[in-house]
């Protein structure tokens, strides 16, 4: 079975100010092939102003239960939202 | 990354009656299912099935219209059909990759289809015959395409909604440039007009039968509805899409080629809708198992274009090689 090239994602930036967003992802075998197919493939229609490529096995990505245990961590903490505070309205906006 | 991420992932999900019903609880509140979420064996299979087969009918959909690209009348509808052709190999590719976050590689869904174990849309083992052509499969074959895909956006697996929002949003020219270019035909001389009711002729069936078998026959449809993966039955689908097409028909006076086409007050809870004749089944089924006039010659085409890559590929993984070093 023929070796299949390398998997890269690519993330976008739609326009100045904005972050690179992820698009999905291509094949290629190196950088310049990854940018170049990146393009063609994701911008099209003028989709972005900066395309980043990064080989897929390079991300370590959490689980959803990392992510589960991480948000129900912070869910308890209600106090770091300005809302738990009671302050008279006569304080006027703060 | 999920391929590679998924690899790692070695414990297989017991699929306990909790697990399940856990499970369909998340589609039932709109939750996005995502690549690394535990989900049941026949979720992750019914969407490598269905996405595949999705990405093959974009990469072979571009065989019949490519055919015309040299043969274009004007500049102009030739750049057309250039884009529009590119976009749908666009299309193949953010399939392929949807579908490789559940843990199938490009390349394991290429030999499928090469081998000719994989299925792809129906409607494109039929020939173009006439530049006529290349306009009834814009305004029909995408019309239907777009039909089935705009649900799609608000399929539970993220991977595929995302896919299928961006496509969708490059597919709102394809169908509007196909009618023009109908309506140019049906507004020229009487070769033109007869040209394109021509291709209206053989194109209206096939287009009818892309939704899929009827709701009747149709063995995946209720599960598929239950995981949210499809948000319509095939018979719905298809009523928009006769709903939408047969007065489009109309203002360009083309001939609809069904003689028992009426107008049912019944239909659409009441709000009326059209009906059709009988939709001959057995060529759906001859066809999608690879008996239509042009499946040999697509399938031939897509091997000599891999095989004619194959070099290209070789050089840029030892190109590669070399500059690490
Ligand atoms: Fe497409
Ligand atoms: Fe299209």
Redesign the interface.
Known sequence: MEKETLLWEVFVRSKNGLSHKHVGSIHASDKMMALNSARDTYTRRNEGISIWVVPSHLITASTSNDISDALANSENKIYRHPSFYDIPDDVGHM | ?????LLD?SEETEETPEFLAAFQKRIDQEEKI?P???MPRAYRKTLIRQISQHAHSEIVGMLPEGNWITRAPTLKRKAVLLAKV??EG?HG??LY??A?TLGI???EMT?QLLKGEAKYSSIFNYPTLTWADIGAIGWLVDGAAIMNQIPLCRCSYGPYA??MI?ICK?ESFHQRQGYEVMMTLAEGSKEQRDMAQDALNRWWWPSLMMFGPPDTESSNTDQSMKWKIKRFTNDQLRQKFLDAAIPQAKRINLTIPDKNLKWNKKLNNGRGGYSHGPIDWEEFWRVVKGGGPMARDRLRARKKAWDGG?WV?DA??A??RK?KR
């Open positions: 990354m999920y391929t590679q991420g992932h995502e690394h979420d535990p590119q976009d666009g590719l953010y990759a949807a490789e590689s490009r390349l030999e995302r896919a961006k490059e194959k590929r840029a993984t190109y590669a500059v």
